[in-house]
């Protein structure tokens, strides 16, 4: 009987320390977040006009992904890394931060966050989205982990005007690919109509 007592102690603990030993720690994700808030907002929500986009709520693997792409320098914005203190902070620490940022219900976290709807035409951008983007960000861009590409609705339309830019330009690689043409035919117009329908999908 003895026996059978310390084995079920010693199972205990194996499943209580196995268990936590892959889940990420919510709580010093939360601490660590108070680095991001001075520029992404308290909840992650970003700016209006988007010289700081919204990150509240995105997919943990997208956070993880382009942390380390800013780190590395594949993205670049040194003010993030050394402010944010990213390049001083342990894999696990990113881990959990990223869980943590994942983990806000940013509509219930900010439920007056408004997206306003962009200046192009929605309908012609509707078309364009549906034929070109729609395949990897889903039907209402709300992202496909399995093609690894991140949410657009809900995101301010100049911060995503600019990721555009930078793809074109090659100042970062759309699709994790450096060959990739995605926006090489589009107009400046025909952009801006894309993310005013993007803009519209706001529920
Ligand atoms: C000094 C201001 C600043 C701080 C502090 C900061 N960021 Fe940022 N962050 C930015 C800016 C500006 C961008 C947009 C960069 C661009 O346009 O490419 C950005 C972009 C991002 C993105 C990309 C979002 C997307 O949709 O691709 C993530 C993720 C992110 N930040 C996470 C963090 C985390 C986590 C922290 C805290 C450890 C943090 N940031 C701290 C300024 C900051
Ligand atoms: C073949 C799949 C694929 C297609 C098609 C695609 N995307 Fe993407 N997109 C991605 C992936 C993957 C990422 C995230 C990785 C990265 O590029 O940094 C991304 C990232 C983005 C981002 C940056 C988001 C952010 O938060 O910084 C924007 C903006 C974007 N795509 C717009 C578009 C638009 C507009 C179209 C249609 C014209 C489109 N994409 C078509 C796969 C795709």
Redesign the pocket.
Known sequence: MRYRFFYSIIISYLLFFGSNAHSADLENGKELFKFCTLCHGKVGQGVIGGDF?KIGGLPEY?IAD?IERFVKEKRFNPAMVTIGRLETMTKKEKEDLAAYIASIDIQEAAPTLTIPTFIGDAKKGKK??KG??K???GNKAQGKAK????P?AW?YSEY?LR??DFFKNKD?????DPEDE??DD?TKEE?ID?LTFISTLDD
Do not use: G, V
């Open positions: 986009p997208y382009q364009l989205y070109d983007c395949t990897c960000h093609k690894n590409a991140p657009t995101q995503l990721q555009i970062r690689h759309h699709d994790n995605t926006f589009y952009i894309i």
